[in-house]
Structures are given as C-alpha cells and as structure tokens.
C-alpha cells in the first residue's frame, strides 16, 4: 500500500471493569489491539507510549471509560494507534486598546461636541 490510512476512534473500554481489579489496565490495552484489528483489518498493532500511560495514568485499577485514538495503517504492514489531539485553533480576541489611545478619541468626541455648540450658539444669535 504507497498511502497511509488513517482514522480517528472513540474507543469504549467500559467493559474492561468487568474483569478482575487488578488486571483492568492490561484488558483495556488489549480491547483497543483487538479494535484495531477488527477495523483497520490488520494483525500487527502498535500502542504508541503516551497512549500506554494515558491508559495507565490512573493505576491497573481504574482505566479511563472511553479513549479517543488515531489509528494509522503504516507501509510496513502494521496499524500504529496513538492518542488523538485535536488542533485547536486560537480565538482572535480583540487587541486592547491603549490609555493614549482611548484619551485621544474622547479628546475628538468632546471637540466635536463644543464645535457642535457653537455652532447652535450661532445660528441661535442669527435667528435673533
């Protein structure tokens, strides 16, 4: 195969607590070989290392309910599985504005205010 196929899985590891609690961990790990091979149709997987600890960070007790994981068909015939991290991309929060910069426009908005004055001022004594 010349391209790699990759896919993205939530994995449901709820049925690991129905093992014993001192081998949950290690029935997580294998649920998620055994998905892997079921739907990317490939005998050969491989655990990348984070998704490992992810599995084991709470100990061989409680693995988590469900993992998100990508799953990589590779050239050299095996499925690579490895934790999925979506790219968040940055909010674009409006830039703040500076205190010269905010005195400046009050600074216009009060002439412009006093022009206006005047001006009614004017037509006021003309019409008088």
Do not use: C
């Not at 093992?19 to 998905?35: D, G, L, P, T």
């Not at 084991?56 to 991290?85: A, C, H, N, Q």
Request: net charge positive; charged share 40%; aromatic share 4%.
């Amino acid at each position: 195969m010349s391209q790699e196929l990759e896919r993205v899985y939530t994995i449901n590891l709820g049925k690991a607590l129905l093992s014993q609690s001192q081998h949950r961990a290690v029935r997580a790990i294998n649920m998620i070989k055994e998905f892997a091979r079921h739907h990317m149709k490939v005998e050969t997987v491989k655990i990348e290392e984070e998704l490992a600890h992810l599995i084991w960070s709470r100990g061989v007790r409680s693995p988590p309910r469900k993992v998100r994981v990508r799953m990589s068909k590779t050239d050299d015939g095996f499925i690579l599985v490895s934790r999925y991290e979506e790219a968040v991309e940055p909010k674009d929060t409006p830039e703040k504005k500076s205190k010269a910069e905010k005195q400046s426009k009050d600074a216009k908005k009060e002439t412009a205010k006093e022009n206006a004055k005047k001006e009614t001022a004017k037509e006021n004594a003309k019409k008088e």
